[in-house]
């Protein structure tokens, strides 16, 4: 064993006596201190600090744990679940100075009343298109990152019947062992795919026939976490799970795929394909030179037009047979593509979210703008595709993921899209989705010089910023680095 194994296990040893409490009562993390200005804290750092509005609660510290998204200065923007920001000029004056009231103390700004929300100032600022997008780094992708669909784990009585993953009309695919596709790359004149449809049974009601596989209908992918729902009692005190979901999520359209894949000839193409709103993203490998090329389609009248040249194209270690695990992510308006540990591209490849003014956009309409949003029944109903032209591949361990998306409000009754949607109104058919376009709110939050705005992971119901205000530079007690108890969620904290 190392020394430094050594001296982390005598750490452990040492704190776990003062573990004595009740499991349920928190985890135990350990923590790193931030000195300003030497180590401060970075954008999505997991932090430690004390509750601004008490940091004591009878006699007992108050501390809570959040990841921090909100620098000392700017103004952060929510809207459409991603995070955008607006950044004074370089030696510019502030966007907003409080401490020239007198009457304000600066122990005050944390206040929620001093992060001037939707000031008309910065929701202008944000209409003309001067704020700018957040984009993940790949580590913080996927640690934020939830499960949409694992088709290693079908369930046995669906298996046949409302399979997710399925050839297309006349495609080669062929299921090969349950759970993967193998493809024998006889169709070389046009990419043939497999298509991912989100088919999810209804929650069965007491007292109600379970609903016929057949009409259950392709829905959009949601923001809904099992850990939120709840069960609730009727008039005649029966319990059933909580109907209401449907009309407070929100729809996610960014999205990560990922596949093993073992390639026999090296001949052909393999793509990934992820969909959002008016377009449709690939990464397409030539399994001969390993070139991996980057591809954006639009909707156009109802068609789905490829641009002649790549985003991009870079070489991979996907050349000629073997085995690789390959990872597609359109995350924050940007491609990111691993081939088992190595990212081609770096961070990724960026593109200008189409759902808001971009710099190319200054003399487009409002109309115009809200036109490109999604969802589109044409392409998010098919949210993720793999595909062969020509390719002699098997593909297993399929996995499709999907990003956090971040509300605006910490009230979980609250939408942003202020729309009260049935079930029916996120599944295909619906006339709902188009309204949507143009009904979707965002909040913009200043940052007050020396303090953080943090942000909890499960933004459906999380008690931060967003409800009580800023976190102050004095309050912040440092990185949360890993889990030490339990025993059994000892690990690092991401």
């Excluded at 004074?88 to 304000?104: A, S």
């Excluded at 001093?114 to 957040?134: C, N």
């Excluded at 156009?300 to 597609?328: F, H, Q, W």
């Excluded at 303090?451 to 309050?475: F, I, K, T």
Aim: proline share 6%; charged share 30%.
């Amino acid at each position: 064993m190392t020394m430094r194994r050594w001296m982390l296990l005598w750490a452990m040893l040492l704190v776990l006596p003062g573990c004595g409490g009740p499991w349920e009562s928190g985890d135990r993390v350990l923590v790193t201190k931030c000195n300003e200005p030497v180590m401060a804290p970075n954008r999505y750092d997991v932090v430690v600090f004390k509750f601004p509005k008490g940091p004591v609660d009878k006699g007992t510290p108050k501390n809570y744990i959040k990841r921090l998204l909100g620098l000392p200065g700017e103004i952060l923007a929510i809207f459409f679940g991603r995070v955008y920001h607006r950044v004074p000029e370089k030696d510019g004056e502030p966007f907003y100075n409080d401490l020239k009231n007198p009457n304000v103390s600066a122990n005050d700004l944390w206040q929620d009343k001093f992060m001037h929300v939707d000031d008309k100032a910065s929701t202008d600022a944000f209409r003309a298109g001067k704020f700018r997008i957040l984009r993940k780094p790949p580590g913080v992708m996927m640690a934020l990152r939830r499960i949409v669909y694992d088709n290693d784990f079908q369930p046995k009585d669906l298996v046949g019947k409302l399979d997710r993953w399925s050839p297309a009309a006349g495609s080669t695919w062929k299921a090969d062992k349950g759970t993967g596709f193998i493809c024998d790359g006889k169709q070389a004149e046009k990419y043939d795919f497999i298509r991912y449809s989100h088919l999810v049974r209804p929650d069965r009601i007491e007292g109600q026939v379970d609903t016929p596989l057949n009409q259950v209908k392709r829905m959009l992918i949601l923001d809904t976490l099992d850990y939120n729902s709840a069960m609730t009692t009727d008039d005649n005190n029966t319990e059933r799970f909580y109907s209401r979901q449907y009309e407070y999520a929100h729809w996610v359209g960014d999205l990560m795929l990922e596949c093993n894949v073992d390639v026999t000839e090296p001949k052909g193409e393999f793509c990934l394909e992820l969909s959002r709103g008016i377009h449709r993203f690939q990464a397409c490998f030539d399994l001969a030179t390993g070139d991996c090329s980057l591809y954006r389609l639009t909707l156009k009248d109802a068609k789905l037009v490829r641009e002649a040249t790549p985003m991009e194209v870079k070489p991979t270690r996907v050349k000629g047979p073997g085995s690789y695990m390959i990872r597609l992510a359109n995350t924050d308006a940007r491609l990111t593509v691993w081939v088992d540990r190595d990212l081609p591209f770096g961070d990724g490849k960026e593109y200008d979210p189409p759902e808001i003014r971009g710099p190319e956009d200054k003399g487009l309409s409002d109309d115009a703008i809200v036109a490109r949003r999604g969802p589109t029944k044409e392409n998010d109903f098919e949210p993720a595709s793999i595909g062969s032209k020509g390719a002699s591949v098997t593909i297993n361990h399929i996995r499709l993921w999907r990003d956090i998306y971040y509300r605006t409000t910490a009230s979980p009754h609250i939408t942003d899209h202020s729309m009260g949607m049935k079930r029916e109104d996120w599944s295909v058919g619906s006339t709902q989705l188009g309204e949507m376009h143009g009904r979707m709110r965002f909040v913009t939050m200043y940052v007050q010089p020396g303090h953080y705005l943090c942000l909890g992971d499960n933004s459906q119901a999380s008690s931060d910023s967003r409800e009580w205000g800023l976190v102050p530079q004095r309050l912040m007690l440092g990185r949360a680095l890993a889990v030490y108890y339990p025993i059994e969620r000892i690990g690092p904290i991401r």
